[in-house]
């Protein structure tokens, strides 16, 4: 009988399961979350701190409650008035919203053309930088001359104070493109506004939100500047009507409701920022960090 042959055959190996793509890339339960409290909890303890210190300085009575009013008069001042607040705060959103869209519109278009004309940009960009160093509360009274006690003057406040950090930051965004991008673009037959749809515009987002974050914040700043010149309806109306009348209480609520409005337009605009640009390194949620 002849030998037969003993040749081991190597047992099949199942293949390695891959997971899939949605499962690598969705975030496992209360990622979200945590990812919210890491980046919230500093300066909600922050102001925390600032709040308790508020309330010991005026608990212990350290200075006179018509200086500085307790977090507790405060409260009832806006829980007791809160129609009249609302109204008021209708009133600064409605002229810092308008303002706001105004200077964007204007900015963009104004920093696209300086970007596309040398001459344009000589020209003007001195005059913004002048007219940007003059203080704004000076000429609120000439727009209010011009203009009258209506909406006009407030908006063109805010959109003075909104206006520069738009252009600048586009205009800045709009040039650092690569110009062997530019080239490549060229050589490929696409022509400016291609370039622009495709290249330059993407490429200056990142800055321009910058921009806009400071905006919005100088934006609220300036239909209040507007409302302290000449106006009979606004959180500035509310703030100069309370200190005239030495109402700490309701001057405080005033000032606190003005903040709160910039804090909510820049998140608005941060979480614009997040759906627009969530291919931008600074919203990378798997980069290396450090937490403390």
């Avoid at 252009?167 to 696409?190: C, F, N, Y």
């Amino acid at each position: 009988m002849a030998a037969q042959s003993t040749i081991e055959q190597p047992e099949p190996t199942a293949p390695a399961r891959t997971p899939a793509p949605a499962a690598r890339r969705r975030d496992p339960a209360g990622a979200g979350l945590l990812r919210f409290v890491q980046g919230t909890w500093r300066p909600a303890a922050v102001l925390a701190a600032i709040f308790v210190v508020w309330w010991a300085v005026t608990a212990a009575e350290l200075v006179k409650p018509y200086l500085v009013p307790s977090p507790g008069a405060t409260l009832d001042v806006v829980l007791d008035q809160t129609s009249y607040f609302a109204h008021h705060t209708w009133i600064t959103t409605y002229e810092t919203v308008l303002g706001f869209a105004i200077a964007i519109v204007v900015g963009v278009v104004s920093a696209v053309v300086m970007v596309y004309s040398p001459t344009v940009e000589k020209s003007l960009y001195p005059l913004l930088l002048f007219a940007q160093v003059i203080p704004k509360i000076a000429i609120a009274p000439l727009f209010v001359v011009w203009l009258g006690f209506g909406l006009s003057p407030k908006v063109v406040v805010a959109v003075l104070m909104a206006f520069f950090p738009i252009v600048i930051s586009t205009v800045t965004g709009l040039k650092s493109i690569d110009p062997e991008m530019l080239q490549l673009s060229a050589t490929m037959g696409a022509g400016p506004g291609q370039t622009f749809a495709k290249i330059r515009f993407p490429a200056a987002l990142p800055h321009l939100f910058a921009g806009l974050k400071v905006a919005a914040t100088m934006a609220v700043t300036g239909a209040v500047v507007g409302e302290f010149v000449g106006a009979n309806e606004g959180l500035g109306y509310v703030i100069l009507q309370a200190n005239g009348n030495l109402d700490t209480p309701t001057l405080f609520a005033g000032l606190l409701i003005m903040s709160l409005l910039g804090v909510v337009l820049f998140v608005v605009v941060e979480l614009l920022e997040k759906l627009v640009l969530p291919w931008h390194a600074s919203r990378r949620t798997d980069a290396a960090t450090t937490s403390l």
